[in-house]
């Protein structure tokens, strides 16, 4: 994906807002809408790997392979024990340091994420997520109570026909 200039923490603008035709008002406008965002998009690359376009090139290989062996290795973590969506998050952050896709998807789950946890913290939701939780449990605790009321203290595959 291109974002229409090779200068760090510009981002692509589709037209001249101010109406003046100058591209250095398109720029500008750029360099803004750049500061609001957290980085540029585009290449962490180091300068003089991306100023050869087949070590770039290469560069870009590698970056994927090792962020693709990271995401598979969170993959296989999702049903094994271990941490798998933050191992799949973070080989996304290795892939963001070279593409402009990964930089998008990460900057949305960011964003979800946060709008997600200010949601939680809002008063009325706490409450209504307590009151859920106290509401299972005391249907668990019930249906406890009644197994052993019925069974007594004995395993499930114990039971004799009764």
């Given amino acids: 994906m291109n974002t229409g200039s090779d200068e760090p923490g510009e981002v692509a603008v589709a037209a001249d807002k101010a109406g003046t035709g100058r591209p250095e008002a398109v720029r500008e406008a750029g360099q803004e809408a750049g500061q609001n965002a957290e980085r540029g998009l585009g290449s962490r690359a180091p300068e003089f790997v991306k100023a050869r376009r087949l070590l770039h090139l290469s560069w870009q290989v590698g970056v994927f392979v090792v962020g693709l062996a990271v995401v598979g290795a969170g993959i296989v973590m ?15 952050a290795i892939w963001a340091t070279e593409f402009v896709w990964a930089q998008l998807v990460l900057r949305w789950t960011k964003r979800k994420v946060t709008e997600a946890a200010q949601r939680a913290l809002d008063p009325k939701v706490r409450r209504r997520n307590i009151t859920l939780t106290v509401i299972g449990l005391v249907i668990i605790a019930v249906l406890a109570g009644v197994y052993l009321w019925k069974f007594g203290l004995v395993m499930p595959w114990k039971i004799k026909d009764q």
């Fill in 78 to 92: 999702l049903p094994l024990p271990g941490p798998g969506w933050v191992v799949i998050f973070g080989g996304m």
